[in-house]
């Protein structure tokens, strides 16, 4: 096992458990109170929170800096991010910046070779795993908190799903609660972990990289391109992931629509040289390969 001693010897921490919980149920309670417009909104905040505020915001954007944006932009997609109720944007940034760091090694949070359940859940509900202190969020992410909307924002990331959720049952009752929130927050964190969990474990590597790094095609449907996680790994500071045609990759399409709208600046891509075959030779991330978009 790489980390058992270090994130393992905590105990489960009861509040993660059970509003973990309570969204699960309100997840199952949406089969029961379906109307179309719950569906609907479901879909869209499936959409805002998991490719505008996890995909282009809190990955793409913050931890990774694969391209930027005016700060309005910033702050907007990181609001977004916190509706997907996986915590605040610092803390998430600190978690994802050790996990690059140590990926599959000792220090790694979410490491599926210390087990797949550990890796998909197992780490969230043990201990304070997504809340650093201030030491590591300094040495981690000193950009984020030289920023005082990002420092006030990790803090109370609680309350915009909180507003959320209080609009939505004013607007079209528990239906519009259970499906936009609940079960749509259900599918997002799932998807999320399956980068963590799934993507170490299945799929195909195009990269030799130092880690257990896989592409999964079916990964990257469900979190709008975050699944091509090999050629991430290969080159994390890129703001594409999907490298190929046939690498569907929702989140790049989205960068490039703010490009198109003046909106981002500054974007870096990995382009394949030559053939695949050429390319499965590099093993670390080759930052000559990156170039910003014209």
Same mark, same amino acid.
């Given at each position: 096992? &790489?980390?058992?001693?270090? /994130?393992?010897?905590?105990?489960?921490?009861?509040?993660?458990?059970?509003? =973990?919980?309570? +969204?699960?149920?309100?997840?199952?309670?949406?089969? =029961?109170?379906?109307?179309?417009?719950?569906?609907?909104?479901?879909?869209? #905040?499936? /959409?805002?929170? @998991?490719?505008?505020?996890?995909?282009?915001?809190?990955?793409?954007?913050?931890?990774?800096?694969?391209?930027?944006?005016?700060?309005?932009?910033?702050? #907007? +997609? %990181?609001?977004?991010?916190?509706?997907?109720?996986?915590?605040?944007?610092?803390?998430?940034?600190?978690?994802?910046?050790?996990?690059? *760091? +140590?990926?599959?090694?000792?220090?790694?949070?979410?490491?599926?070779?210390?087990?797949?359940?550990?890796?998909?859940?197992? /780490?969230?509900?043990?201990?304070?795993?997504?809340?650093?202190?201030?030491?590591?969020?300094?040495?981690?992410?000193?950009?984020?908190? *030289?920023?005082?909307?990002? *420092?006030?924002?990790?803090?109370?990331?609680?309350?915009?799903?909180? =507003?959320?959720?209080?609009?939505?049952?004013?607007?079209?009752?528990?239906?519009?609660?259970?499906?936009?929130?609940?079960?749509?927050?259900?599918?997002?964190?799932?998807?999320?972990? !399956?980068?963590? %969990?799934?993507?170490?474990?299945?799929? %195909?590597?195009?990269?030799?990289?130092?880690?257990?790094?896989?592409?999964?095609?079916?990964?990257? /449907?469900?979190?709008? @391109?975050?699944?091509?996680?090999?050629?991430?790994?290969?080159?994390?500071?890129?703001? *594409?992931?999907?490298?190929?045609?046939?690498?569907?990759?929702?989140?790049?399409?989205?960068?490039?629509?703010?490009?198109?709208? @003046? !909106? &981002?600046?500054?974007?870096?891509?990995?382009? !394949?040289?030559?053939?695949?075959?050429?390319?499965?030779?590099?093993?670390?991330?080759?930052?000559?390969?990156?170039?910003?978009?014209?």
């Amino acid at each position: 096992m &790489a980390q058992q001693s270090k /994130w393992h010897s905590d105990s489960i921490n009861g509040l993660v458990v059970v509003v =973990f919980g309570l +969204f699960h149920l309100g997840a199952i309670a949406a089969f =029961f109170t379906f109307t179309w417009q719950a569906l609907v909104v479901a879909l869209v #905040l499936y /959409w805002i929170a @998991g490719s505008l505020g996890i995909g282009m915001g809190y990955h793409r954007l913050l931890t990774h800096r694969g391209y930027t944006t005016p700060k309005i932009v910033e702050y #907007l +997609f %990181s609001l977004c991010g916190t509706l997907a109720v996986e915590g605040g944007p610092t803390n998430w940034v600190v978690t994802h910046r050790m996990h690059h *760091r +140590f990926s599959d090694q000792e220090g790694d949070p979410h490491t599926p070779r210390d087990g797949g359940w550990w890796a998909h859940i197992g /780490w969230i509900l043990i201990g304070r795993a997504q809340e650093h202190p201030a030491l590591v969020l300094h040495r981690y992410a000193p950009d984020l908190m *030289r920023d005082r909307f990002h *420092r006030w924002l990790n803090r109370y990331y609680m309350w915009p799903v909180v =507003f959320l959720g209080l609009g939505l049952y004013a607007w079209g009752g528990w239906p519009f609660v259970t499906w936009g929130l609940c079960l749509r927050a259900v599918l997002g964190l799932h998807a999320t972990w !399956l980068v963590n %969990s799934a993507t170490h474990m299945w799929g %195909s590597r195009r990269f030799a990289t130092r880690d257990d790094s896989r592409n999964n095609w079916w990964v990257a /449907w469900i979190t709008f @391109g975050e699944g091509w996680h090999n050629n991430h790994h290969a080159h994390p500071t890129s703001a *594409r992931h999907g490298l190929a045609w046939y690498e569907i990759d929702v989140n790049w399409w989205g960068i490039r629509t703010l490009q198109w709208l @003046g !909106l &981002a600046k500054s974007i870096r891509q990995a382009r !394949l040289a030559g053939s695949p075959a050429a390319s499965a030779l590099a093993a670390e991330p080759q930052e000559d390969l990156l170039a910003e978009v014209p």
